[in-house]
Nanobody, 124 residues
């Protein structure tokens, strides 16, 4: 049974930084693309970033490009999201997801394993 467990969320002032972690277990971590999505109250789940199974390819939403960095450590089955220059509009529950394949897609339907989410709140 595959499990994803996120951590690292919290309350931070605008301009600050947080690093989210997602620890995976139960399925060969390195064979699948891994992504971060977020969901603000009353809104749909929004793509944030994805990293390929190899770690060599990444994609970012325009809203976070240049501020967020995704990376992974296969040895410890963990994917990270380093978030810098945070803005109040980054406030959301952040979810880690594992792809159905090696494709680095941006749609939620391309992912079939999800974590429980971690809250990120950015105050102005």
């Amino acid at each position: 049974q595959v499990q994803l467990v996120e951590s690292g969320g919290g309350l931070v002032q605008a301009g600050g930084s947080l690093r989210l972690s997602c620890a995976a277990s139960g399925r060969t971590f390195s064979n699948y693309a891994m992504a971060w999505f977020r969901q603000a109250p009353g809104q749909g789940r929004e793509f944030v970033s994805v990293i390929s199974w190899s770690g060599y390819h990444t994609r970012y939403a325009d809203s976070v490009k240049g501020r967020f960095t995704i990376y992974k450590a296969n040895a410890v089955n963990t994917v990270y999201l380093q978030m810098n220059s945070l803005k109040p509009e980054d406030t959301a529950v952040y979810y880690c997801a594992q792809s159905k394949s090696r494709t680095i897609g941006v749609g939620p339907l391309e992912y079939n394993v999800w974590g429980q989410g971690t809250q990120v709140t950015v105050s102005s």
